[in-house]
């Protein structure tokens, strides 16, 4: 007699976050007609399902990369060297939010902003601030910046020269996606299509000066941030990821000459399962749309390497301290999904910039992970579960029907700019917040288990000083300059821009004779226009 299958009195319906349906017991028969071979495979094997290397963490664990960035140059650097005394392996890098939008600290529109989210970076002067004493032949370097990406890269480069480290010896990625940007972020300067000009510029420039950079993080983690399910996070993210591979085999680049330097960005949230599926799925889809797709000959243009970053957006404010487990989980879920590096954010970010001491929790809860949980000691440990397997299949199957939609509609840059996809997340964000507001959706601390008692937590300290200090920085810049020689290297910009010549160059350039982030922005503003959402 089959057992009963009715469930239990009381029992409600289960969803993840992503509204796949979660049943009460998975077996063999959610897996019948099951071919492993095509769905699962070997790790290290297409389609990488269990992991892009044979030996996942048994060879070496992710790179443990916090990221950090704040104030000054000075203080920054002073934050890598503190980390990497703690055990960190890559260094991560924030930046203010005049550096990503194009305008230097004295500008009128960085009132208020320099130094609060990240670092100013104005010119080169403070570049080689930032990266005073640090091993740059051999530590990896990520920076978080998008629409002035391939100026923070060169002068990453420049500043290597000036030490001289041969740009064949950086490692790193620049995140240098834009169009996630008009998804989700807001951080653009110019319209889609210039912008796309300017990263697969960075492609072709890193290809012959920068072999082993990373020229771009495809990144999910911002459209998670702003409110998308996991499935819309995968889909819209590899959707960019198909229009950034078309722009450049437009471009001229053949498929294997960059694809091996493409990665992407995952945002960790709580429901660790649905997460460990959805990493599984993305990299399954990934290496059979490049393979598929784009004809890609070389394995490692299949790969769907990434770096993931626990939920900013999961932290409460209240009781943060419980964000430690939040944190916990996540880092959990981005470990069994077998992520290439990882951050673990501060519990106490939903209140400022993380402390030093939350920061070094942070760190610490990687290492008791990455050591002690016994995670690593096998590769693709969740692997043949009945309910990963179904789940995995399920978030994949979602994700390919979004796809599909969006290649109907002419690719990422038109759902862009039909404002689909922001649409999309926009329905999925309003859901989830209407949940909490109901209390279907439980967030300890907040809509449950409440405490009107807790003490305040302590906050990073913001320096007034800090802005007027980085104003004087940037015009003494500009008083020691040869301004001449700025002038000449900006004019080379303006009619490369206007011209098909790899902008990077005479970046570069200009650059190095110390013309400011926002005097290049500028130059380039001056060409391309600036974009306006539905203008």
Known sequence: MAPDSTPPKGSRERRTDSGIEVRPVYGPADLEGWDPAERLGEPGRYPFTRGIRPD?????????????????????NERF????????????????????????????????????????IDSLEDMRLLLAGLPLDTVSTSMTINA???????????????????????????????LKEYV???????PPRPSMRLVTDTFSY???????????????YHIREAGSTAVQEIAFTIANGIAYVEAALAAGLEIDAFAPRLSFFWNAHNNLFEEVAKYRAARRMWAKIVTERFGAHDVKSTLLRFHTQTGGSTLTAQQPENNIVRVTLQALAAALGGTQSLHTNGFDEALGLPTQKAAKIALRTQQIVGYESGIADTV?????????????????????????????????VDAIEAQYMQQ?????????AKAIDSGDKVVVGVNRFVDETEDPAEVFPIDEELQRSQVASVKGVRARR????????????????????????????????????????????????EFRPGG
């Open 482 to 529: 040869d301004q001449a020689g700025v002038d000449a290297a900006l004019a080379d910009v303006e009619a490369a821009a206007r011209g098909t010549q790899n902008l990077l160059v005479p970046m570069k350039v200009a650059l190095g004779r110390m013309a400011t982030l926002g005097e290049v922005s500028d130059v380039l503003r001056s060409v391309f226009g």
């Open 424 to 432: 999309e997340i926009e329905q999925a964000a309003y859901a989830y």
């Open 184 to 190: 989700a972020r807001g951080t653009y300067i110019y």
């Open 81 to 120: 060297k503190f980390l990497l005394g703690a055990g960190q392996t890559g260094l991560s890098c924030a930046f203010d939010l005049p550096t990503q939008m194009g305008y230097d600290s004295d500008h009128p529109r960085s009132e208020g902003e320099v130094g609060k989210v990240g670092v100013a």
């Open 148 to 178: 002035t990406a391939a100026i923070l890269l060169l002068l990453y480069q420049l500043v290597a020269e000036e030490n001289g480290v041969d740009g064949t010896l950086l490692n790193g990625t620049i995140q240098n996606d834009i």
């Open 380 to 412: 693709d440990p969740l692997a043949g579960s009945w309910f990963v397997e179904s789940l995995t299949d399920e978030v994949e199957a979602a994700a390919w029907e979004y796809l599909e939609r969006i290649d109907a509609m002419g690719g990422a």
């Open 206 to 220: 890193c290809a012959e000066h920068l072999p082993a950079w990373n020229t771009i993080s495809i990144s999910g």
């Open 56 to 76: 996942m963490y048994r060879g070496r664990l992710w790179t443990m990369r916090q990221y950090a960035g704040f104030g000054t140059a000075t203080s920054t």
